[in-house]
């Protein structure tokens, strides 16, 4: 009996452990609003040769960004 309580104990704990691992991050409270100007930021692209960085502020005041964001695309998710 003292095995099964000791084996059901350790699962518990090893889920506990992995549920909180998993948890996503909490927001850090920059969200922005409908028209408001949006934060320099930078990403990586692939040109089909090398990686390049681009952002934002290379286009700032220059043209209109527009930025998407496609979760799990070209992931086969």
Known sequence: MRKHALAATLLLMLASSAALA?????P?????KVGSVAPDFTLQYFD???LKKISLHDFRGKKN?????YI???TGG
Do not use: Y
């Open 48 to 50: 089909g040769n090398d």
């Open 28 to 32: 850090t409270g920059t969200a922005l």
């Open 22 to 26: 998993d948890a996503p991050p909490k």
């Open 65 to 69: 960004v527009m930025v998407g964001f």
């Open 72 to 74: 799990f695309a070209f």
